[in-house]
């Protein structure tokens, strides 16, 4: 059945590439696998897939032990400052950095793995109030601050739109957030790239690639529904 999900959703990708005139190779697939066990990571593992989402510190850090090594675990939720040494080593990118204070806890436990921990500033584009991000209008001056920090790299946006019925609804935004990434990139900061977008989720992904995202994240589409006991 995952397989069949998979393909659906390989298909859907495929589509929107060639409706915008992009490369498949340009946009990344990340299943987000929260609360789903590992048996069913494994089959898509299976199937080729390689970056996995959770949005739960202590989930990712679980199933990475679990897993395969050659997996790429995107954190993809919201991060309290007490969690991050758990996850700066695990996660491949961390997509959900809203606020200076985060960054600069990232800053001190990254140096003190004398590594460098890439990121995406997280912008709550619709200015919904149930959701985490920065406001668009504060974004540019985040980035310009976290730009400092020197065990962090910037490399691009993130945001989570608002949940509709007809995904048109949210090209808007996505829209938005390419423009606000390409503003960004013309101010030619150091230690910054916007060459990653993560929007798209499996209500509006096509939409979203339509609009310039490298990554989408898709759960249900390929797992099914989320079960929260
Ligand atoms: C759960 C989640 C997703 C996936 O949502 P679906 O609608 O199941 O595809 C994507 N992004 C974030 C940040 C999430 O928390």
Request: hydrophobic share 40%; glycine share 6%.
């Amino acid at each position: 059945m995952l397989k069949e999900n998979l393909k659906e959703v390989e298909k859907n990708i495929l589509q929107a590439c060639e409706k915008a005139g992009r490369n498949r190779e340009d946009i990344t697939l990340i299943a987000v696998s929260k609360t789903k066990p590992v048996s069913m990571l494994l089959e898509i593992y299976e199937e080729g897939i390689r970056d996995f989402g959770e949005n739960k510190v202590q989930e990712l850090a679980s199933k990475y032990e679990e897993m395969p090594k050659d997996i790429r675990w995107h954190m993809i939720g919201h991060l309290q400052r007490n969690k991050v040494k758990q996850v700066i080593d695990k996660a491949c990118l961390i997509h959900s950095v809203d606020s200076y204070r985060l960054a600069e806890e990232i800053n001190i436990q990254a140096k003190k793995k004398n590594i460098v921990v890439p990121i995406l500033v997280e912008v709550n584009i619709a200015e919904e109030e149930s959701k985490f991000g920065i406001h668009r209008e504060d974004a540019i001056q985040l980035v310009e601050e976290i730009a400092e920090l020197e065990n962090i790299r910037i490399e691009g946006l993130m945001t989570i739109a608002p949940y509709v019925e007809d995904p048109e609804e949210n090209r808007q935004y996505f829209r938005n957030i390419k423009q606000l990434s390409v503003d960004i990139t013309r101010k030619n900061i150091d230690n910054v790239t916007m060459h990653v977008l993560s929007m798209g989720m499996t209500g509006d992904y096509t939409v979203a690639i339509e609009e310039g995202a490298t990554l989408v994240r898709v759960g249900t589409g390929i797992f099914g529904a989320r079960n929260y006991k």
